[in-house]
Antibody, heavy 122, light 106 residues
């Protein structure tokens, strides 16, 4: 069955760029049936949608993060990635990647990665 | 920006019915999704598009959506249902989550 796995540094210094990759296994990221998203959760707090990408490269971002976020896709590696620049302590969170249906603007995140904790600290 | 309002906590006696609400302006016109999250785990989709259950989710979980309120109903609550629950919608192509509700089974 389809699985998603996040990877990347667990510690990032303030003002630097956070970089994470989500590897998709058990299915193709190039399927026209899905978007692929990033969601984060600060310790003890709720979920926040960061952005989503289609295999073609089409992206949607949360306006509150848009100036600092870049999501990209590498279909040859069956991966998609998140870059968040100029990080501060407020970006400390568990970062999840997830799959959503291709009917943009209405579908749920039906499969999630296990999440990876990223701490921003010097 | 669009906001979703959930109660911080809901308590239910073992075997009884729990109802968790999600309020939003004219939320009845949107597709509402519900996620269950247990401590230290990733969220799990339990209801999609208002009232549909993914495969593997017990029939005890149901959903409804009308007017300004969507509701997740958990019948015959079990100890294993104790978790945080989040509602989610899309508004103008932006993903929005509710603040989450902690369900306690007494």
């Amino acid at each position: 069955q389809l699985q998603l796995q996040e990877s990347g540094p667990g510690l990032v210094k303030p003002s630097e760029t956070l970089s994470l990759t989500c590897t998709v296994s058990g299915g193709s990221i190039s399927s026209s049936s899905y978007y692929w998203g990033w969601i984060r959760q600060p310790p003890g707090k709720g979920l926040e949608w960061i952005g989503s990408i289609y295999y073609s490269g089409s992206t949607y971002y949360n306006p509150s993060l848009k100036s600092r976020v870049t999501i990209s896709v590498d279909t040859s590696k069956n991966q998609f990635s998140l870059k968040l620049s100029s990080v501060t302590a407020a970006d400390t969170a568990v970062y999840y990647c997830a799959r959503q249906g291709s009917n943009w603007g209405s579908e749920a995140f039906d499969i999630w990665g296990q999440g990876t904790m990223v701490t921003v600290s010097s | 920006s669009y906001e979703l309002t959930q109660p911080l906590s809901v308590s239910v006696a073992l075997g009884q019915t729990a109802r968790i609400t999600c309020g939003g302006n004219n939320i009845g016109s949107k597709n509402v999704h519900w996620y269950q999250q247990k401590p230290g785990q990733a969220p799990v989709l339990v209801i999609y598009r208002d009232s549909n259950r993914p495969s593997g989710i017990p029939e005890r979980f149901s959903g409804s959506n009308s007017g300004n309120t969507a509701t997740l109903t958990i019948s015959r609550a079990q100890a294993g249902d104790e978790a945080d629950y989040y509602c989610q919608v899309w508004d103008s192509s932006l993903g929005v989550f509710g603040g989450g509700t902690k369900l306690t089974v007494l």
